[in-house]
């Protein structure tokens, strides 16, 4: 009886710790595109995987980024699920420097209603960066987007924004971002 009664006891248990493990596991898995898959698609090589990137140009808003030492190429983080999700990323190009002639599109960016709360400190506008997002291996967007940082919750965040007020599309590169990418 008293053996019965531990058996079922493990059991339970055992049960337990498994379901457990497979919510963890639901809850934190994030996929990560093939590093091989993405350099084919943009046809590059040696590319270094940054991490999750939240943008408004493709498909859905869960990005992510890989970068050499002249671009930052943004994809699906669905990847692998093919389809619409597999053929189309966007080419973040190295900055270039500010001109007076940006001065109109930069107060645009500044006026926009998301910098102008109680919750973001230290906004600046750091530079211009073009973006072209590509469908099926073709170009089908350009724009010039400026990179901003930001403190937001104690941290200082990063983002590329179109400076026009009746667009929402951004790529945030959150606060490893601007560690990360602050000087390119």
């Excluded at 560690?179 to 390119?184: I, V």
């Amino acid at each position: 009886m008293k053996k019965r009664f531990l058996m079922v006891l493990a059991g339970l248990a055992a049960v337990f710790v498994i379901g457990y493990l497979a919510m963890l596991f639901i809850v934190s898995y994030e996929p990560t595109p093939d590093q091989s898959d993405v350099e084919e698609m943009v046809h590059e090589r040696g590319l270094v995987d940054f991490g999750e990137v939240e943008g408004a140009f493709l498909l859905t808003p869960r990005n992510y980024g890989y970068y050499d030492s002249e671009n930052i190429y943004v994809v699906e983080q669905y990847l692998d699920k093919g389809g619409d999700y597999s053929n189309q990323y966007a080419v973040i190009e190295k900055g270039t420097a500010l001109t007076d002639a940006d001065e109109p599109a930069i107060e645009e960016l500044t006026a926009k209603e998301t910098f102008q709360n109680d919750y973001v400190d230290d906004f600046q506008v750091l530079s211009k960066h073009r973006v072209t997002v590509y469908k099926n291996e073709e170009k089908t967007e350009e724009h010039w987007f400026f990179k901003v940082s930001y403190k937001y919750d104690g941290d200082y965040s990063l983002s590329f924004v179109l400076p026009e007020t009746n667009i929402e599309n951004r790529f945030n590169f959150f606060a490893e971002g601007y560690e990360q990418f602050l000087q390119f």
